[in-house]
């Protein structure tokens, strides 16, 4: 409470990305009922792009030609090891166009939103007060605390009647609370990497994840690869080391 009470400021300022992040939560169920899973997971990736243009716009940082070309290996790799032959049982999507829309909304905001949460959490870390306390689980509660308000009200306008019938925590089983503990995990890791990293370098990892995926399925559930997944692998690795690589242009160009 201290923490909030010295930090309001910082805890109207994420607001923004607190809102942004439910609003895309609400897209994503949008575009997974107009699209395929493959197609969406294939055009969400363009947010890495749009990290980077926001990156370069509000944090005034210049991608190095290397990381320019690295970011595009990303994204068809990335593209490639996702791609699948469709089944022919599967349904037909119900508005494709609507779906894209979402998609690409979704890698808008979520481009904005990362940068956005960067620049706030690095602006404030460098002007912290000794008399209050930070660190990142303290900004994890003001994440939290602005999206309950903002969740919370969208939930009593949308479903209100029912949450009064059925009380809020029906259903909420033992499913329900490891997805939670998941997600908070999650978030105290993505914040982690924000504040020691980039979010460009968030993006990197969300891609070595999905093939990391792939990989554990192959190992564990036999799942068959295809040559475009190996294809992929080798893109998002090569990817990596041109973004890392510091002094490849005084090589290369």
Known sequence: MRY????????????VPAAIYNFQQ??????????NPALFSVLVQTKLVTTAIFRASLMGMRLRRSQV???LLLMTGVMLAQLHKSKGNEPQSESPTTG???TVAIALFSGFASVYTEKVIKMHT?????????????????????????GGTWALMADGDAIMQRVLWDG???????????STAGGLTVAAVLKY?????????????????????????????????ALG????????????AQDLEKHAW
């Open 197 to 229: 990293a980039d979010a460009v370098l968030k993006g990197y990892a969300t891609a070595i994840s999905v093939l990391l995926t792939g990989v554990l399925s192959m190992v564990l559930f036999g799942t068959e690869l295809s040559v475009e997944y």
């Open 126 to 150: 460098a002007v912290e007060r000794k008399d209050v306390p930070h660190g990142l689980a303290y900004m994890q509660v003001q994440l939290a605390s602005t999206s309950l308000l903002i």
């Open 172 to 182: 909420f089983d033992w499913k329900a609370l490891l997805a939670a503990v998941n």
């Open 100 to 102: 894209v829309a979402a």
């Open 26 to 35: 609400m897209l994503e169920y949008v575009a997974l009922k107009n699209l």
């Open 69 to 71: 070309v690295s970011l």
């Open 4 to 15: 909030l009470r010295a930090e309001w400021k910082k805890t109207l300022l994420l607001m």
């Open 233 to 244: 692998m080798s893109n998002v690795l090569v990817a990596v080391f041109l973004y890392n």
